[in-house]
C-alpha cells in the first residue's frame, strides 16, 4: 500500500458536490415530486376495498409483476410500492451511473483527472471521493423521498415506511454507482463505461422479473439490487434487512472498484484497446457513412438488448395461461359484461378463461408493446441526440469545413434514427414472437404482432422530429428532449389509471393516440397524419439546423 | 492587380451584446502566407469560423475565392483546407480512418501523398484517436490538410502541441504550398513561426484588427522611445496592448 493514498478525499468531496450542486439538485426536486405526487392520486382512486381489491387485482397478473414488481397487500401504501418503486429505483439508477461516471472515467477521458492527480490528492482519493459524493446525494434523496411521502400524509403510509422507501431507494442507488465505478475501470472509454452499467441495470430488471413471478426462483430477486428494494415491504411489514443487504453490497463492490483501481494506470482500462485499421473502408466515407459509424455499435448492442427483451417477455407469456383461470377480471377486460361475468359459475369461468385464453394473452401483450416501444426509444434519442454531442464537442467543425452542407450532414443522423425506430421495433418483436413460438401455446402470429410494433413507429418519429427541431431551433436547451422522454414514460405508465390524471394532460404523448392491437383496429390514418407531422417537423428543424449558428 | 483568395470588408460578428469582431477588412492574395496574431479571445477563431460558414456575419461581408462564405460554404469548402486550433476527434475511430474521411469529403485522395506525409510527420494511423496526444491529434488534422489539393489553408494555432522537429516539417509544408501558389491563412502565437513563413501579418486585438503589414512594418511600429525594435512575441503584444489602452 502507497503512503496517502486517500488524501484530501474532503476537498475533493466539497468539489465534486460543487460540480453537482445543479444537476443532482433537478434530479432530487423532479423525483420526489414524482413520488410524492401519486401518493395521494392513488387514495383517492382506491376509497374503497372494492377499488382497493380491484387494483390489487393488478399484481395477481404475472406480466403486470414482471413489469412492477410484486406488492405486499391491498392498502394503499402497499399498493403504491408496487406500482411506484421499480420505476422510482431504475431512475435513481440512471442518475447514479451518470454521477459514477462523470466524475472518474468522464474526467480522465478528457484529461481533467490528470490536472487533479497531480495536486497532493491521493491515488485512490478520486474514486473516493466519487464514493462518498454518491453517499451524501443518495443520503439526500432518501431523505427528501421519505420526509416528502410523509408529508402527503397518505392513510395507510406510516412515517417508519416512507423513511424505509426513500432508504431502499438511495441504497439501490448506491449500489449502482457502486457498479458503475466498477465498470468505469473495466472499460477505456466514457461510453462504454456507462453501456456496461445500462446493460447490468438491464439485467438486474430482467433477473427480477423472473425471480417476482416464480417463487420457487424468488433467489433471483435478492441477487438484484431492484428486487432486493421490493423485498424491503415497505408499507407492508417494512422489512429493514433488504437495506442493509444493499448497503454492504454497495460497500463491498465500491472495494473491488478500488481495488482495479489500484491496479490500472490513469487511462487505462482493463479492456485493452486494439490497434484499428490504418485506413478507411469505402463505406465510412461519406457523411452518412460516419453518422452510421459513429451509431453502429450502439444499435447493434440495442437490437441485442431488444431482442432479448421480448425473448424474456415471450417466455413469460407462454407460461400465462396457467394462471388466467378464474379470473373474473379478465373476462370483463375482453368485452364480457360485468353482469354476464357475475352469474357465470366456477365452472363455466373455467371453461371460458380456457376459450379465451388467446385473447387474454394478447390483451397483454398490448401492455408490453408501448413499454418495448418507450425502451426502443433510448437507442432512438441517442441516435438522434448524437448530432448536437457532435456539435458540442466541437467535431462537428471538422465536417462542415470541408464540401458538406449542414443538409447533408443532419439528414445522415435523421435518416439513421428514423430507420432504427423501425428495427427495434422488429427486433422487439422478433424476439417475443420467437420464444413464445417455442411454448405450447402461442398466441401469436408473427404479422399481427409485427403490424401491433410498427404501429408505434410513428409515434417514435414524432419524438425524434420534436429532438430535431430543439436541435435546429434551441440547440443550447435540446438536452429537454429527454425531459419529455420521461413525461411520455410517466403517461404510459401511470396516466392510463382513470381519474389519476386529467385527461388533457395524457394527450401530450403522442402515444395515446396510437391503436393498441389487437384490441383496437388498425388504423392508417393515425399513422399517415402522424408520420406527415413527424416528417414536418423534421424538415422545419433541419431548416434551423442550416441557418444558425453552430455553437461549439 | 493580384488576385485574392480570401477577403472580408467591415465584417462585424455579435454575440449577445458582445461583439467578437468588430469591422475587420482583410485580404489575402494567392502565392502568400498571412500570419494572424493577437491575444487569446481576441477573435481569430470568430474570424476564422465566420470565414469557414459555421457562423454567420452579424453585418459586413466574407467573400472566400470572391463567393460569399456563409451561401456558398459548400462551393468554397471544394477547396480549402482547414486545421482547427482544438482538435477534437472520434475516440473510436483510428487515425488513419479520420484522415481518410476528412479527404474524401473534399474530393479524390493521393495515397502516395498520404504514406509521405504520414512517415514525415512520424504518425500511427492504425491507434484509435482516443489514444492520441494533443500533438498527434493536430498532426491527424495536418495530414487530413496537406493530403488534400486545396486552393487555401486555414490554419488556426496549428502546432501548439508539436515537437521543435515537427514544426520543422510543418513549415517546409506550408512553404511548398505557398510556392504552388496557394494562399495560406495561419493564426499564431509562435513568434519565429510568423517570422519565418509570413508575407504579411494582421494583428487583431479585442475584436479589431489593429494593424497590417509585413512583420518588419509590425515591428517599426511598435518600435519603443529610444527605437529599439521588440525581440519578441510577448514585447510585440505588449506595445500593441499597452498603446490599444
Not at chain 1, 425506430?421 to 401455446?441: F, I, N, R
Amino acid at each position: 500500500m502507497n503512503k496517502g493514498n486517500f488524501d484530501n478525499t474532503g476537498r475533493l468531496v466539497r468539489f465534486m458536490l460543487r460540480r453537482e450542486r445543479l444537476i443532482a439538485t433537478i434530479w432530487i426536486i423532479i423525483l420526489v415530486l414524482f413520488s410524492m405526487v401519486l401518493a395521494p392520486g392513488l387514495d383517492t382512486m382506491s376509497v374503497d376495498d372494492e377499488a382497493r381489491a380491484q387494483i390489487a387485482g393488478i399484481f395477481d397478473n404475472p406480466i403486470m409483476v414482471s413489469m412492477m414488481g410484486p406488492a405486499y397487500g391491498d392498502s394503499t401504501g402497499a399498493l403504491y410500492s408496487g406500482m411506484m418503486l421499480l420505476w422510482y429505483l431504475i431512475a435513481v439508477a440512471v442518475m447514479n451511473i451518470f454521477l459514477a461516471v462523470r466524475h472518474t472515467r468522464a474526467d480522465e477521458e478528457t484529461g481533467r483527472a490528470e490536472v487533479v492527480r497531480s495536486l497532493p490528492v491521493g491515488r485512490l482519493a478520486g474514486i473516493n471521493a466519487t464514493m462518498f459524493t454518491a453517499l451524501i446525494i443518495n443520503t439526500i434523496l432518501a431523505l427528501s423521498t421519505g420526509l416528502g411521502l410523509a408529508l402527503t400524509q397518505t392513510p395507510t403510509m406510516d412515517f417508519a415506511g416512507c423513511m424505509l422507501y426513500g432508504a431502499v431507494s438511495g441504497a439501490a442507488g448506491l449500489v449502482f454507482a457502486a457498479i458503475t465505478l466498477v465498470f468505469c475501470q473495466l472499460s477505456q472509454s466514457t461510453s462504454g463505461a456507462v453501456g456496461l452499467s445500462f446493460l447490468s441495470l438491464g439485467v438486474f430488471y430482467m433477473l427480477r422479473a423472473f425471480g417476482d413471478i416464480d417463487s420457487d426462483f424468488e433467489i433471483l430477486s435478492w441477487l438484484s439490487p431492484l428486487g432486493l428494494a421490493s423485498r424491503a415491504k415497505t408499507f407492508a411489514g417494512n422489512s429493514i434487512v433488504p437495506l442493509f443487504i444493499m448497503l454492504i453490497a454497495a460497500a463491498a463492490i465500491a472495494a473491488l472498484a478500488y481495488k482495479l483501481n489500484s491496479m490500472r494506470d490513469l487511462g487505462q482500462g482493463f479492456i485493452p484497446a486494439k490497434p484499428g485499421r490504418s485506413s478507411a473502408a469505402e463505406s465510412l466515407l461519406s457523411p452518412f457513412g460516419l453518422s452510421f459509424r459513429l451509431l453502429r455499435k450502439m444499435i447493434i448492442i440495442w437490437l441485442i438488448i431488444m431482442f432479448s427483451l421480448g425473448g424474456s417477455y415471450g417466455t413469460i407469456i407462454g407460461d400465462i395461461g396457467t394462471y388466467v383461470s378464474n379470473m373474473p377480471q379478465y373476462l370483463e377486460i375482453i368485452g364480457l359484461p360485468e353482469e354476464v361475468v357475475a352469474t357465470l359459475t366456477d365452472e363455466q369461468m373455467t371453461e371460458l378463461t380456457d376459450e379465451y385464453a388467446d385473447m387474454i394473452i394478447e390483451y397483454f401483450g398490448v401492455f408490453i408493446t408501448s413499454m418495448m416501444t418507450l425502451i426502443g426509444l433510448i437507442p432512438v434519442m441517442l441516435a438522434a441526440t448524437r448530432l448536437r454531442a457532435e456539435e458540442k464537442e466541437g467535431r462537428v467543425e471538422h465536417i462542415l469545413s470541408r464540401a458538406v452542407s449542414r443538409k447533408k450532414y443532419i439528414v445522415g443522423f435523421v435518416s439513421i434514427a428514423f430507420v432504427v425506430s423501425a428495427l427495434m421495433q422488429l427486433a422487439t418483436a422478433a424476439g417475443l414472437y420467437l420464444v413464445a413460438a417455442t411454448g405450447e401455446k402461442n398466441p401469436f402470429s408473427f404479422g399481427g404482432l409485427l403490424k401491433a410494433y410498427i404501429s408505434y413507429v410513428p409515434a417514435m418519429w414524432l419524438i425524434i422530429s420534436a429532438a430535431i427541431l430543439l436541435i435546429g431551433f434551441l440547440p443550447k436547451i435540446s438536452g429537454a428532449i429527454w425531459g419529455y422522454y420521461g413525461v411520455v414514460c410517466f403517461l404510459v405508465f401511470i396516466g392510463g389509471m382513470p381519474g389519476l390524471l386529467p385527461e388533457w394532460l395524457t394527450y401530450i404523448s403522442p402515444m395515446k393516440f396510437i391503436p393498441q392491437l389487437p384490441l383496437e383496429e388498425f388504423s392508417l390514418s393515425v399513422m399517415l397524419i402522424m408520420t406527415g407531422l413527424s416528417i414536418m417537423l423534421t424538415v422545419i428543424g433541419v431548416i434551423g439546423y442550416g441557418k444558425r449558428d453552430m455553437t461549439l | 492587380m493580384k488576385e485574392l483568395c480570401l477577403e472580408t470588408k467591415n465584417l462585424t460578428k455579435s454575440f449577445g451584446r458582445f461583439t467578437a469582431l468588430d469591422g475587420v477588412n482583410l485580404q489575402i492574395e494567392k502565392g502568400e502566407v498571412f500570419g494572424y496574431i493577437g491575444p487569446n479571445g481576441a477573435g481569430k477563431t470568430t474570424t476564422i469560423r465566420t470565414l469557414l460558414g459555421i457562423l454567420q456575419a452579424s453585418s459586413g461581408e466574407a467573400f472566400v475565392f470572391g463567393k460569399d462564405a456563409w451561401t456558398d460554404a459548400v462551393e468554397i469548402h471544394k477547396r480549402l483546407a482547414y486545421v482547427p486550433g482544438d482538435v477534437n476527434l472520434w475516440g473510436n475511430l483510428t487515425g488513419g480512418e479520420v484522415i481518410d474521411l476528412f479527404v474524401s469529403l473534399r474530393g479524390k485522395s493521393d495515397k502516395a501523398r498520404r504514406e509521405k506525409l504520414l512517415k514525415d510527420f512520424d504518425l500511427d494511423p492504425t491507434k484509435k484517436c482516443r489514444t492520441y496526444s494533443k500533438g498527434n491529434r493536430q498532426k491527424v488534422a495536418l495530414v487530413a490538410a496537406f493530403a488534400s489539393d486545396a486552393d487555401l489553408f486555414i490554419l488556426d494555432e496549428p502546432t501548439s502541441g508539436l515537437d521543435p522537429l515537427m514544426e520543422q516539417i510543418f513549415q517546409e509544408y506550408v512553404l511548398e504550398q505557398k510556392n504552388k501558389g496557394k494562399g495560406i491563412f495561419l493564426s499564431s502565437h509562435i513568434l519565429s513561426e510568423v517570422e519565418r513563413l509570413c508575407d504579411r501579418v494582421g494583428v487583431i486585438m479585442k475584436g479589431k484588427l489593429i494593424k497590417t503589414g509585413t512583420l518588419d512594418e509590425l515591428k517599426q511600429s511598435a518600435a519603443d522611445s529610444d527605437g529599439k525594435l521588440p525581440d519578441s512575441m510577448e514585447t510585440l503584444f505588449m506595445r500593441y496592448y499597452s498603446s490599444s489602452v
